[in-house]
Structures are given as C-alpha cells and as structure tokens.
Nanobody
C-alpha cells in the first residue's frame, strides 16, 4: 500500500532554513503529483508547493514563492521542500501528499497523505 513518510522538521529562528523530505513507497514514482501542505493550529490546511513527477512542473503558494523550493529525486522516490528565509507564519505541521496523475486544479485531487512533520519558527 502507499506510504508517505515525512522528515526534516524542527525548530529554527526566523530567517533560518530547513529541508523537508518525503519518501514514498508502495507505488511507482511516475505520473503523479507530489504536494506539500501545512496546517497551523486553529487554521485550515493550505497548499504550499507541488511538483509533477513526470515533468518539470512545479507550483507554489504566493506566500512562499521565492523562499521555498520543491524538488524531486525520482530514483529515490523522494520529494523535498527546501525552506529558506523562514518566518513565524510558516510554523505548522507539514504534510506530504500524493495525487494520481497531474493536478488540474491547484491543491485538489490529493488522496494519499503522510503523517506530517512539525516546523516551528521563532522570532
């Protein structure tokens, strides 16, 4: 069965960096869209970044453009999220998610989810 396992979260000061990893298993890492989402306490889950595994297509939320970079290593079935210039507002639980095929509408169609990794950014 499909498994998504996130790692790399932690606590950093504002302006710092973290790199999250999500290793996938149980399916072939092609023709799928891998997304990163986050959820802060009391807030709705929001899409952060996504990457299509069969091409060069990436997508970012406006709030992270220029600071976050999503990348894939298809040989390792792993998707990364490099987060730079972190802000306290970036704090939350970060989740990796899978959508089969390419995503037609931003942040929709994700059916498989990891358990998340916590990111805390302090001032």
């Amino acid at each position: 069965h499909v498994q998504l396992v996130e790692s790399g979260g932690g606590s950093v000061q504002a302006g710092g960096s973290l790199r999250l990893s999500c290793t996938a298993s149980g399916f072939t890492f092609d023709d799928s869209d891998m997304g990163w989402f986050r959820q802060a306490p009391g807030k709705e889950r929001e899409g952060v970044a996504s990457a299509y595994t069969a091409g060069d297509s990436t997508y970012y939320a406006d709030s992270v453009k220029g600071r976050f970079t999503v990348s894939l290593d298809n040989r390792k079935n792993t998707v990364y999220l490099q987060m730079n210039s972190l802000r306290p507002g970036d704090s939350g639980m970060y989740y990796c998610a899978l959508a089969w095929g390419s995503v037609c509408e931003a942040w929709s169609g994700y059916t498989e989810w990891g358990r998340g990794t916590q990111v805390t950014v302090s001032t």
